[in-house]
């Protein structure tokens, strides 16, 4: 049996920050289900941020305003002790960046460029072009190259074991070879990344199903703060892919069909860079009114830019519009609309990434700890997984060098195995029923009607009663192939079962949670109750369903006032 | 639209050869290749086997030939065709692990060969370096590289001969060479001085013509050529001074 001291599932930024931040001494291995490269990382554009004070108007920024524009921005949910503690980091950890080989852009005299970004107090998103993930995710690449950090690729996992409140290890399904196996591990650090696939329109990969999520939670991991999803306002219209913040922070326009910069009546002082949950309703507000285009999107207006600003800055965004909308933003406006993006909220662990399993640790986005409360800033994300991803490793060595092994986890893990290897047989040997395809149409549906933007009882409720009537739907599902060889169906079988149980979740959490704010609006309860709602919500898997309960937000410097922009 | 999708397929544990099956595929709406084949493999047959991640073009997952062109499969539009025949196959050069997926070790292999990661002198500054955005725009060109593999499953060297690096590898040699940050020392990356190395490119250009993301790997290659001459001339001169 495979046996590592320390097993990180997930080869994004997260994962391969806390694969490199993890005791060399120890076995250490990455378990990835595409190859790292191909995780979602790559495709973050606009930047990551840090208080370096490095553009003439941002002399005067500091940690802690970077600090208090997260914890603003997230409606004053985030625990401030962990907003603090990743803000504080901030400034090292893009220096180390630097110092691994990040190309960022630079500015005159030679220090790294920064721009704007949408409710920051100061310019302090660092940027390589619009290519930031790609840059730094290749770079922690390198690194694990020169590292030799050993890799297992296209590896599912498909489930946590944990015994007695201790985590011994998962069970993969290997693609290669068609195979199901137990993992041994003393320590496993999940950095699965998000979910955004369990809706219709969203910026996020074909690949983001959020399994990680669903079997931490099926582990016996409660889930945090998941009714807080992140729509970012503005996706290319059809495809849904990123048109990144920093278009705006670069000074594009949101245009309604009026041809009106409507943010004037939305957030008359940040404009175009008010938080992204405000910019993002007020987007759908506009095109609910009858002012947008093909009654489905808005214009975003990057001409005035100039060729040679959108060439160097944005080229990335150029290329995608080239690419996937036959238009170049130089000469005409991008067509956007808002589309699923982040989740807020994941597994619930603390400020040193530890879960209440003894041994099991989460990271990135697929983590919950929670730094970015009811709204995340954009460029606070791609920091979160670098200088959380390294904190986990570093706890996890801390963690396996004292934990005493458990004796019989192989006999154990040998008997998950065997009832994953089950189930597999099971969908293989009925002749026919459900399709996951079809029944992944279904859910989406749901979310994106009931689940969305704006939300309310009624819509709630029914999107509760119709993901459960899918989970009797589901154990009917078959395969008709009879190929365990990288199997893409048997991958999503598997990871269905989590988007149920995710959106269940989502869907429960914001029934329950009956005020408004950052991302989460309640169209019949539209304002914020600190009273009764300052607290974080936690759903646990008990007994075959899941319990809701809460817990407190840690306050210390920041008093919960009302957000202004 | 109907269109004929002509897709190799291809279980090296199952089958003697590879073989092209045809698949119908109607739609009415715009799709990319991609779509189309993910509409496929859940509608008419869930063996079939390619990969995919972001869908747009900047993982590097999905290079194939598409009517024999190399490309990714999610930014190639299926209303760019004139004909309502698509033959897909695999990126050649490369091992048919199932379908339209093939090994990537070999290009992985000689990218780890050229040490791709930088070697700077000295440990972390509190301050950060300092260097000019015009120095940056110099390696700009060749971190827009996906890895997607086109470059090294077109290029007839890699082809033929196992010893050479290949496009892609040589050419992010080069982004570190070109790194102000880098200190690798001329001993290091002047291992390529051989015929696995820069001087077996034939100069066909493939690389430039294939590659999805503009890299134009073989300006980095002819580059690397100038260089070491350059670096060579300095060092005889030097010598007989
Ligand atoms: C288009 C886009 C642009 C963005 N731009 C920015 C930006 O500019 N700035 C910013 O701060 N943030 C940005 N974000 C957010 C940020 O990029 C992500 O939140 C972050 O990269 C997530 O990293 P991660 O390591 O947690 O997860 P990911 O990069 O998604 O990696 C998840 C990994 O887990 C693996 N995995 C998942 N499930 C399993 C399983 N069951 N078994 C095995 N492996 C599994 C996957 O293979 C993958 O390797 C952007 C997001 C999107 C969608």
């Known amino acids: 049996m495979i046996s590592q001291d320390i097993l990180v599932v997930g080869g994004g930024l997260a994962g391969l920050a806390a694969a490199l931040s993890s005791d060399p001494q120890l076995k250490v291995a990455v378990i990835s289900k595409v190859h790292p490269l191909r995780s979602h990382s790559v495709a973050a554009q606009g930047g990551i941020n840090a208080a370096l004070g490095n553009t003439p108007d941002g002399r005067d920024d500091s940690w802690e305003s970077h600090a208090f524009d ?51 107090g100061f310019p302090r998103t660092c940027y390589a072009a619009d290519r930031t993930g790609l840059v730094i995710l290749h770079t922690l690449f390198e690194q694990s190259i020169k590292k030799q950090v050993r890799f297992y690729n296209e590896w599912l996992v498909t489930r946590l074991v944990v015994r007695d409140g201790k985590c011994l ?3 993969v399904y290997d693609l290669t070879k068609g195979e ?25 990969a074909y690949i983001n199903h959020g399994s990680g999520i669903g079997i931490a939670y099926r582990g016996g991991v409660p889930l945090k703060d998941m009714e807080f999803v992140q729509f970012h306002p503005t996706s290319l219209y059809g495809k849904n892919i990123l048109i990144t913040e920093g278009a705006r922070g670069e000074g594009g326009y949101l245009v309604n069909n009026k041809g009106e910069r409507f943010m004037a009546d939305y957030a008359p002082s940040a404009m175009e860079l008010a938080p992204r949950d405000i910019v993002a309703r007020a987007i759908q507000t506009e095109i609910d009114k009858g002012n947008g285009f093909e009654g489905q999107c808005l214009h975003l207006d990057l001409r005035h830019l100039g060729e040679a600003k959108i060439k160097k800055r944005l080229p990335g965004i150029r290329e995608i519009c080239i690419d996937f909308a036959g238009l170049d933003p130089v000469e005409t406006p991008i067509p956007i609309q808002p589309a699923q993006h982040y989740s807020m909220g994941g597994i619930d662990v603390d400020k040193k990434c530890a879960s209440c399993v003894e041994g099991f640790y989460a990271a990135g986005e697929c983590a919950c700890m929670s730094i970015h409360g009811a709204n995340r800033l954009g460029g606070n994300s791609l920091l979160d997984t670098v200088v959380f991803g390294r904190i986990a490793g570093e706890e996890a060595s801390n963690y396996v060098k004292e934990c005493e092994e458990t004796g019989d986890s192989e006999k154990i893990l040998l008997d998950e195995a065997l009832k994953v290897k089950r189930r597999v047989e099971e969908w293989m040997n009925k002749d026919s029923g459900e ?52 199997s893409q169906e048997i991958v999503n079988i598997f990871e269905f079962e989590s988007m149920l149980d995710l959106t269940e ?61 | 639209m109907e269109y004929i999708f002509r897709i190799m397929r291809y279980d090296p544990l199952k089958d003697m050869y590879p073989f092209f099956q045809d698949f119908i595929y109607q739609t009415q709406e715009k799709k990319s290749v991609l779509e189309a084949l993910m509409d496929i493999r859940n509608e008419q047959d869930c063996t079939l086997s390619f990969r995919y991640s972001c869908r747009e073009a900047i993982c590097g997952s999905c290079a194939m030939v598409i009517n024999g062109k190399f490309d990714l499969a999610c930014r190639t539009e299926l209303e760019m065709f004139e004909s309502s025949l698509i033959v897909i196959e695999p990126l050649p050069n490369l091992e048919i692990q199932k379908d339209l997926l093939v090994d990537m070790e070999p290009f992985f292999e000689a990218m780890s060969k050229i040490e791709p990661y930088i070697q700077t002198e000295g440990g972390l500054s509190e301050e950060g370096y300092r260097i000019e955005e015009k120095e940056m725009e110099k390696i700009f060109q060749y971190i827009n590289c996906i890895m997607c593999g086109c470059c090294y499953s077109a290029c007839p060297v890699a082809s033929r001969d196992e010893r050479y690096l290949g496009p892609a590898a040589l050419a992010k040699l080069y982004r570190f060479v070109k790194d102000p940050r880098d200190k690798r020392p001329f001993s290091n990356w002047s291992r390529v001085n051989t015929e696995g190395g820069v001087w077996g490119c034939d100069t066909i250009f493939k690389c430039n013509e294939v590659c999805p993301k503009n890299v134009r790997p073989a300006d980095g290659i002819e ?17 007989k001074r």
């Not at chain 1, 959490?509 to 009273?531: C, I, M, P, Q």
């Not at chain 1, 974080?536 to 369903?545: C, F, M, N, Q, S």
Request: hydrophobic share 35%; glycine share 8%.
């Open chain 1, 70 to 120: 997260t914890i603003k921005g997230s409606d004053y949910l985030a625990d401030q002790d962990v907003a603090e503690l990743m803000c504080e980091k901030a400034i090292t950890a893009i220096y180390e960046l630097e110092h691994l080989g990040v190309p960022f852009s630079r500015f005159p005299g030679g220090v790294i460029a920064q721009r704007p970004f949408g409710g920051a």
């Open chain 1, 169 to 171: 290890g998962v069970v």
């Open chain 1, 180 to 204: 199901i196996m137990p993992v041994k591990a003393r320590s496993v650090i999940f950095a699965t990344g998000g979910y955004g696939r369990v809706y219709q329109r969203t910026t996020n």
């Open chain 1, 435 to 486: 399709k996951v395809h079809k029944l992944l149409i279904r859910l989406k549906a749901i979310m994106s009607d009931k689940v969305g933007i704006f939300r309310e009882k009624r819509d709630l409720t029914e999107a509760l009663e119709r993901i459960r009537a899918l989970r009797e739907d589901y154990k009917r599902v078959n395969i008709s192939g009879s190929c365990l060889r990288y």
């Open chain 1, 505 to 565: 979740v989502i869907t429960l959490g914001a029934l329950n949670r009956e005020e408004t704010r950052g991302s989460h609006f309640r169209l019949d309860f539209r304002k914020r109750n600190d009273r009764d709602w300052l607290k974080h919500t936690l759903v646990t898997w008990k007994e075959g369903e899941p319990q809701v309960s809460y817990k407190g937000v840690t306050i210390n410097k920041y008093k919960p006032v009302e957000r202004k922009y």
């Open chain 2, 223 to 239: 580059a690397l050529r100038r260089k070491l001459v350059v670096e060579k001339v300095k060092r005889i001169f030097r010598f």
